[in-house]
């Protein structure tokens, strides 16, 4: 895979970075559920496909097979769209990365642990082209604001997965601990995308994660 470069056109560098994503109006019939989703899938093929830069909105609406005025009915601009892309991705990889973890719930840390990263690994291994994207892109095209409320989404995450263990990190410790796992796996995960080309096997990515974070929990359990 080749390395993805992302650039911000001159038409987006006049947008204000959104705080959230600017969606002007909520799908609530299948229907319009439907076209929201078509928009979203053909703003990912266009965006492997051409580059950020050369996205436009016409074609993302050709390719969803709607017109220029249905985006707008849900989009302000191209860059609203592209934020409700990365918002959306996080949180079904968020809800991948829960259900591991309620699934392991009582059990020893390590196995806790070793579901999360099962996961989040298998998550990005299965598609590193758009996830090396999504990395990019989330730093251009998310307001600071909105940046770190997606990265205390995954240490949220990681704080419920740790305590849910039968022998979680001391409680005082337990945010802290979940805000540094979480620096392990998404500083290792996202610059193996954004660095690498072409990115680590899966397996590789999984071995090295694990003995990162399994290292760091047990320097916690030893030194506190």
Request: some cysteine.
């Amino acid at each position: 895979m080749p390395n993805a470069r992302v650039r911000i056109s001159a038409r987006d560098q006049q947008v204000p970075l959104p705080t959230a994503p600017e969606v002007r109006r909520r799908p609530r019939q299948s229907r319009a559920q439907h076209s929201e989703k078509a928009l979203r899938d053909a703003f990912v093929r266009v965006l492997l496909e051409r580059g950020y830069a050369k996205t436009t909105i016409r074609e993302v609406a050709s390719v969803a097979g709607v017109g220029v005025g249905t985006f707008y009915e849900y989009f302000g601009n191209m860059r609203s769209l592209a934020a409700k892309w990365i918002s959306d991705t996080v949180k079904d990889a968020e809800l991948k990365l829960r259900q591991s973890f309620e699934s392991h719930r009582g059990r020893p840390l390590a196995e806790v642990v070793d579901a999360v990263l099962d996961v989040q690994v298998k998550n990005i291994a299965a598609d590193t082209q758009t996830w090396t994207l999504l990395f990019t892109l989330e730093r251009q095209v998310s307001a600071p604001s909105a940046f770190r409320r997606h990265y205390d989404t995954w240490v949220d995450a990681w704080r419920d997965a740790l305590a849910c263990a039968s022998d979680p990190p001391p409680q005082d410790r337990l945010a802290m601990v979940a805000r540094m796992t979480h620096a392990i796996s998404y500083g290792w995960l996202s610059q193996c995308m954004l660095t690498t080309d072409p990115p680590p096997s899966e397996a590789t990515l999984r071995h090295e994660l694990g003995l990162a974070v399994h290292g760091y929990l047990t320097g916690v359990a030893r030194l506190g």
